[in-house]
């Protein structure tokens, strides 16, 4: 019955709900929390777990709170989880899917539901929630601390990463018409950039961030040691730094833009970082394998191009583009308000999205989702 089951995910901040009313002083909270995998089987749902909800649980620095949710997950009868191409463990992460894809498509899958198909054949594990966090439940404990250091790493990362410091749009060509500045100029720059940079952290970064100027002051000071100005001319500097990530001169074209060799540059990293999971060359993958045929990259793509523009920033938005790629591989994925609006307005604009996806759905509360299965 199990195999046979739709798949659904729920948000992180249902499973938060969830573990915390399993916990709860009140018998009826926890009758309602520990009834709720099985409403969802008797409608023919299974949850289903990927390393990132682990992540995210147990990034919480309450020792107390991260063992109850460990032992809320691991007493559960029946899940299905995104397997680790890792025989050690078996949760896996965005980069076993993004594996999982790139292999369907070396093997030959040629569109993206062919890829989504194929990639899902060895993606989806079944069992029980302990099933799901072998090695044991030890080396959960053991992962908390990277966890809790990671939460704070990515608050960092997503008040940066979407800052522009340049014009996205212009291309090579309009780059190549300009001049390296001179080192001085260079560093006077670098640092007018990091004063801006800690002004938008502080409006729009994650609140937690305590010191917004020092995250930006760190970030310039690794962009510094770049040395841009050591490079011979503009054309000299790209090539360098795209070719440390994978992007050679022969592709680079006068009329891509910088947002466009960005894109590709992450993806080349991305493979990269696969090829070593999968013990293969790189050059097995890195020019034969293109973004635009991996449906993770189409949905995160999709959502970035047409999402609102939040007045925040939040840590937790890293782990949720992780989970937003789910909806290609489960029957209902579940999320909140924010990155439902997201879908919607994505679902609108790219052809290509509704096709891959399963339901997107959002619920005020857990224990309103299996009626609204029911209702589906």
């Known amino acids: 019955m199990l195999i046979n089951s739709r798949l659904v995910t729920i948000d992180s901040s249902h499973w938060i709900n969830l573990t915390k009313a399993a916990r709860s002083a009140s018998s009826a ?111 959960w404990r053991a992962l908390r601390p990277e966890f809790i250091r990671r939460n704070h790493a990515a608050r960092r990362l997503t008040a940066i990463a979407p800052a522009k410091f340049t014009d996205g749009a212009a291309t090579m060509a309009d780059l190549l018409e300009g001049r390296m500045r001179s080192p001085e100029d260079s560093r006077s720059m670098l640092a007018a950039m990091a004063k801006a940079l800690g002004q ?27 040395a841009p100005w050591r490079a011979s001319s503009v054309w000299d500097f ?44 790189w050059d097995d993958f890195r020019r034969s394998i293109r973004m635009e045929q991996c449906p993770h990259w189409v949905i995160e793509d999709s959502l970035a191009r047409h999402r609102q523009q939040e007045l925040r920033r939040e840590g937790g938005d890293l782990n949720d583009g992780y989970l937003a790629v789910l909806a290609a591989y489960v029957d209902r994925l579940y999320v909140d308000k924010r990155k439902a609006e997201n879908f919607r307005r994505a679902n609108a604009k790219v052809a290509a999205l509704k096709p891959l996806i399963g339901g997107v759905r959002k619920a005020a509360n857990y224990f309103d989702i299996p009626d609204q299965l029911d209702a589906d």
């Open 238 to 281: 790209i090539v360098q730094t795209s070719a440390m990530r994978g992007l050679d001169a022969d592709e680079i074209k006068p009329d891509m833009t910088i947002d466009q060799i960005g894109e590709i540059c992450v993806f080349r990293s991305t493979l990269r970082t696969v090829a070593e999971k999968l013990d293969r060359p």
């Open 200 to 226: 938008e952290i502080s409006d729009k970064g994650d609140l937690r961030i305590q010191d917004p100027q020092g995250v930006a002051d760190e970030f310039f000071e690794e962009v510094a040691d770049m």
């Open 29 to 139: 909270m926890r009758e309602k929390a520990y009834a709720f995998p099985q409403r969802l089987l008797d409608r023919g749902y299974l949850l289903t777990l990927s390393w990132h909800h682990l992540e995210e649980l147990l990034s919480i620095e309450d020792d107390a709170i991260a063992e109850a949710r460990l032992a809320f997950i691991a007493d559960l009868p029946h899940v299905a989880w995104i397997r680790s191409l890792d025989p050690a463990q078996a949760l896996g992460s965005i980069l076993d899917i993004v594996a999982a894809e790139v292999q369907a498509i070396a093997a030959g899958a040629a569109t993206l539901s062919d890829v989504r198909d194929c990639a899902k054949t060895t993606l989806i594990r079944y069992g029980s929630g302990l099933d799901a966090l072998e090695p044991g439940l030890w080396v």
